[in-house]
């Protein structure tokens, strides 16, 4: 009964192809992120939803398309995959915004 | 501009005794704050958290204290154990970044046997 889960955990691709990650999350929270822990080990806010509406958009290349299709899932999909793309993608959630937040354990994307 | 700084990329300790892991900011405007530990692999989990109204906030081994003139805040944690080898994040947050956390770049913990 994991609080919050991503897959897949590990993806590898080739340079130029689409793929998408599924995050949900069974805490009945309102609001779900996205981050990427680049290769400095920064963690940088992607997206935030909040009740399946898109409230943050970071500057982020516009291959990425988040998809909330309730306020449990929140998808992430990468069109025309780079190498700069290989990073840590980690999703979250938080009751609302500003609160504590709650992360999945990260899916490992490797772009070749 | 890194509004959150972690100076420490990482520290030792020896087990037993007390870590303490430092965090600075530059925004007056965060108002709330918190420390995540991450280990290899997996997400970060939420340690301990201090709202802006207290200096100090304490949950068993772990002390959190902020000290907003200095624009500081630092997590005790004593005694270290062996399991507390980690990254730890410090996050901050407030009104005018739309309360959405602001992070450092991480300290990794070091517990000696």
């Known amino acids: 009964d994991t609080a919050v889960s991503q897959t897949p955990k590990y993806l590898v691709t080739q340079m130029g192809n689409d793929k998408s990650i599924k995050c949900e999350q069974n805490l009945g929270h309102d609001t779900m992120y996205w981050y990427k822990q680049d290769s400095k080990k920064f963690l940088k806010i992607m997206f935030s939803y909040n009740n399946k509406e898109l409230i943050i958009n970071e500057t982020v290349p516009n291959r990425f398309s988040p998809k909330s299709p309730d306020k449990a899932h929140l998808n992430l999909h990468i069109n025309s995959l780079e190498l700069g793309d290989s990073a840590v993608y980690f999703c979250?959630?938080?009751?609302?915004?500003?609160?504590?937040?709650?992360f999945g354990p990260g899916t490992r994307l490797l772009v070749l | 501009d890194q509004q959150v700084k972690q100076n420490s990329p990482s520290l030792s300790v020896q087990e037993g005794r007390i870590s303490i892991l430092n965090c600075d900011y530059t925004n007056s405007m965060f108002d709330y704050f918190l420390w995540y530990k991450k280990y290899p692999a997996e997400g970060p989990t939420f340690l301990i958290s201090i709202s802006s109204i207290k200096d100090k906030n304490e949950d068993g081994r772990f002390t959190v204290f902020l000290n907003k003139s200095a624009k500081h805040l630092s997590l005790h944690i004593v005694p270290s154990q062996p399991g507390d080898s980690a990254v730890y994040f410090c996050?901050?947050?407030?009104?005018?970044?739309?309360?959405?956390?602001?992070w450092g770049a991480g300290t990794k913990l070091i517990i000696k046997p």
């Open positions: 996050a901050a947050s407030g009104t005018d970044s739309n309360y959405q956390l602001i």
């Open positions: 979250a959630s938080s009751p609302s915004g500003g609160e504590t937040q709650y």
